[in-house]
């Protein structure tokens, strides 16, 4: 059965740091979205990509974030100068037609 | 999104059926109901969705209330795999097709 996969698995890095976290939605999905979990709270939706631009960001996606999807199967996340607030499990997820959503096994970011 | 409303956990027993409620009374006309789950250090998973009547799918059922104010999950036996949060979230998809979670209901399965 087809995938959502992330890499990588563990990324610790230095605050003022850039991360880039990595995706490869399912082949055939058309919609791209970043989630993230701060331990022990919430899923919080960061962000929708569809048809090569964002659609829709949430307030915590701020100047700091962006996404790409630089060639046809990678979908990034990148964050300019991280925070510790930043510290959490990001989740990439994909769909084919905006309905049912499949979510990677995330990336844990620690920012130290 | 209209707001939904879970409790906070459950137990059940393995083997036995589970029934894990939401209320969600501000449902409007053009909302689905879905439900994920999500396992120990695992994203979400899909588990199943529905706007009016039952589903049922190889996972688990979806009951629906007639005046869509409620819905139930049902597992039909419980295993020690199905142990996990579960989420009920309404969308809409006329206003986006991003899910917004709330807490969840935390499902305890006793052997």
């Known amino acids: 059965e087809p995938e959502v996969t992330q890499t990588p698995s563990h990324q610790v890095t230095q605050m003022g740091q850039e991360v880039i976290l990595r995706c490869v939605p399912i082949s055939n999905h058309l919609y791209f979205y970043w989630y993230r979990q701060i331990l022990g709270q919430k899923v919080e939706f960061l962000v929708s990509f569809y048809n090569n631009e964002i659609s829709e960001k949430s307030e915590i996606f701020d100047d700091q974030f962006s996404v790409e999807r630089p060639d046809g199967s990678n979908f990034t996340l990148k964050i300019r100068s991280t925070k510790l607030e930043d510290s959490a499990m990001y989740f990439c997820a994909s769909t084919l037609e905006g309905r049912n959503q499949f979510f990677g096994p995330g990336t844990r970011l620690t920012v130290l | 999104d209209a707001k939904t409303t879970q409790p906070n956990s459950m137990e059940s027993n393995e083997e036995e059926p589970v029934h894990l409620p939401c209320n969600h009374s501000?449902?409007?006309?053009?909302?689905?109901i879905h439900w994920y789950r999500q396992l120990p250090s695992q994203g979400p998973e899909y588990v199943i969705h529905g706007l009016t009547s039952n589903v049922n799918n190889r996972m688990a059922s979806l009951a629906i209330a007639e005046d869509r104010k409620s819905s139930t999950l049902i597992l039909h036996r419980a295993t020690l795999r199905d142990a996990a949060v579960y989420y009920c979230i309404l969308r809409d998809l006329n206003t986006g097709n991003q899910f917004y979670f709330g807490t969840g209901t935390s499902l305890t399965v006793i052997p």
């Open positions: 501000t449902i409007s006309g053009t909302d689905y």
